[in-house]
């Protein structure tokens, strides 16, 4: 029955979006809220390279709160749930809660509050409407406007505006990286009944503190327009002798984060540029500082980055 109706809910969403005038920026509007206000569950696939990941998620919106737990499919057995802003992890066959602001990724990817200033890095274009997982979708490019961001395609839920799925271009238009539900269901449909058993025996959720506002001294001269800092903290970080100080930075759409600590003579201070999917990482030790800067970028951006850290004093 779904598929047999797909067309004609296709030309339906059209007709819709023709004649209540539903703008670009309507659209983004309502996908940026769409994760938070949502119940949806579904099994959805990662991919870059030849890599693949499956992994099945579930999303609970209670009065006051929300409930989010990912599981991996294949590879090792993976589990995080995430709630009040805490995030715990399956580690030794049981949860243990981890640093929230250092935690993995979650899925959908959420689009930026202030969708307005992307315009000035991104051409935003209506590319049309598609199918994803049995759901009609509006398809939106972000078109980078230079080679020191990549592009992005996503597919919105033409109802609840949910980002079904996601693609990373790079300035070729080959895809670095994807994200797509195969399977999903929202609403009443979705099963609430994990909600209260994932969190028994789990430790009480904490309120996070904020961090401090913090003024290391070190500035990047050279990120790609648009950039702007949104957090500089001092945190700790497993593994790290010492609080390593952080600074973030967006253009609305893509972050970079810079990473400042003393070098030690540790085997992660050999300089080197990594790579996964979208997500490129170089660390490099100048004047007794290792430097590392990860970003959803491209790899000379983060090395132009890295290469124009300089400290200016407090």
């Known amino acids: 029955m779904r598929v047999r109706s797909g067309f004609c809910g ?3 969403a059209a007709n819709v979006c023709a004649a209540e005038g539903v703008s670009r920026l309507d659209w983004l509007k309502k996908a940026a809220s769409a994760d938070h206000q949502t119940n949806y569950s579904g099994v959805f696939v990662y991919q870059y390279g030849s890599h693949v990941e499956t992994s099945r998620i579930s999303h609970v919106v209670e009065t006051d709160s929300e409930y989010e737990k990912l599981e991996s499919l294949d590879g090792p057995k993976r589990e995080i749930i995430r709630h009040h802003g805490q995030v715990w992890c399956y580690r030794n066959h049981k949860m243990v809660q981890v640093d929230s602001q250092h935690g993995p990724g979650r899925f959908p990817l959420l689009l930026p509050d202030q969708l307005s ?15 994803v997982a049995g759901y009609n979708t ?3 490019l972000y078109q980078a406007q230079d080679n020191l961001r990549y592009s992005r395609k ?3 839920d033409t109802g609840s505006g949910l980002l079904l799925k996601s693609a990373v271009l790079n300035d070729k238009n080959q895809v670095v990286e994807q994200y797509a539900f195969t399977e999903l269901k929202l609403g009443a449909e979705v099963d609430r009944s994990w909600v209260a058993a994932s969190m028994s025996g789990n430790a009480k959720p904490v309120v996070s503190q904020a961090a401090p506002v913090f003024n290391s001294g070190w500035v990047v001269d050279a990120l790609p327009n648009g950039f702007r800092k949104t957090k500089e903290i001092l945190r700790p970080m497993p593994g790290k002798h010492a609080p390593v100080i952080q600074l973030v930075f967006s253009d609305g759409l893509s972050a970079i984060s810079v990473f400042i600590e003393p070098a030690d003579a540790d085997e992660d201070d050999n300089e080197g ?3 996964q999917g979208a997500v490129n990482l170089y660390h490099k030790v100048v004047d007794k500082h290792l430097y590392t800067v990860v970003g959803e970028v491209p790899p000379k951006a ?3 980055a890295l290469d124009s850290i300089r400290f200016n004093g407090k």
């Open 273 to 275: 540029m990594t790579s």
């Open 302 to 304: 983060v090395m132009q």
């Open 138 to 140: 509006q398809v939106i």
């Open 154 to 156: 996503i597919w919105m």
């Open 10 to 12: 296709l030309l339906l």
């Open 117 to 131: 200033a992307l315009s000035k890095n991104y051409q935003v274009k209506e590319i049309g409407l598609d199918r």
